[in-house]
């Protein structure tokens, strides 16, 4: 390996931190660019207990993730929807990686201890995280969709809107169906026309049609790579679930949530939820 040149003597130290910039009076500065002041701003605990702002900034923090979430699958959604199979997968890893620094987020709030949860835990009402309009919208993207889900958003307007769009749109997985189907293979009427406001159930002809991709992988491997990234990305959320369960359970036991829900009891049923079912099945009829 060449070493690199040395400057010629008397030039200027391009390595000295004098060579930065320095004068932002006609740019935009780091803090500037990200708006910093404000991102912190938003950062107003109601209490005076030290570990109110752990909690809060890794809740800021999820929010963020979970927005990129949803813009990568709107990207993804939408180039499978025009028949494109190749570049949705870039997306989709995206979207996994994504997941991964929401689960670990679990775990820096896991040194939270249920003493200090208690000091400022009454401060916040009945304001929870069941009510997150960014969750909410991946779970409908994804296709894990009830109605009832809408509810804590009907008085916002800006925030009901999108979500009922979502919710009686193709999810990703629909969308993957569509186009299995124009590739020859016939996915029945009733799966194609479904009440898109409901989970999706397990279709024995489309539980077929995924054994045939994952036989014959060589002729159908862009379906078969796009399963396997759907499936990816389910992974990850039930990871996501299940450290939310277990941060729960182990800082308030099984009190109720601060939303209603029976707080861990309802999370430990929200495991069961299967997004894409033969996805999952093809695995045991192989």
Not at 106 to 132: C, H, I, N
């Amino acid at each position: 390996m060449t070493a690199p040149l040395p400057d010629r003597p008397g030039a200027p130290d391009r390595d000295a931190p004098e060579q930065a910039y320095t004068d932002f009076t006609r740019s935009l500065s780091y803090g500037d660019y990200l708006q910093l002041d404000v991102l912190k701003s938003a950062h107003r605990p109601v209490t005076t207990a030290h570990d109110e702002h752990l909690f809060i900034a890794v809740h800021h923090v999820s929010e963020v993730w979970l927005d990129l979430i949803i813009r990568e699958l709107r990207a993804a959604m939408d180039q499978l929807a025009r028949g494109i199979t190749d570049a949705p997968q870039k997306g989709l890893s995206r979207v996994v990686r994504a997941q991964e620094q929401l689960t670990n987020a679990w775990e820096v709030l896991k040194t939270m201890t249920p003493a200090d949860y208690l000091q400022f835990r009454d401060a916040f009402g009945q304001a929870s995280g069941f009510q997150s309009a960014s969750y909410r919208m991946v779970e409908f993207l994804l296709g894990n969709r009830h109605a009832v889900l809408l509810r804590p958003h009907e008085h916002r307007p800006d925030l009901i809107g999108p979500l009922r769009e979502a919710i009686e749109a193709p999810s990703v997985y629909d969308l993957t169906l569509r186009l299995m189907h124009a590739r020859g293979l016939s996915v029945p009427d009733d799966v194609l026309s479904r009440d898109l406001t409901l989970p999706p159930v397990l279709n024995e002809t489309v539980l077929e049609h995924w054994l045939t991709v994952y036989r014959h992988p060589e002729t159908y491997w862009d379906l078969y790579e796009l399963a396997e990234k759907l499936l990816d990305v389910e992974d990850n959320f039930r990871r996501w679930r299940f450290n939310h369960l277990t941060t729960v359970e182990r800082t308030i036991g099984f009190k109720r949530g601060s939303g209603g829900t029976s707080g861990a009891g309802y999370l430990r049923r929200a495991l069961e939820t299967v997004l894409f079912p033969e996805l999952w099945e093809v695995r045991t009829r192989l």
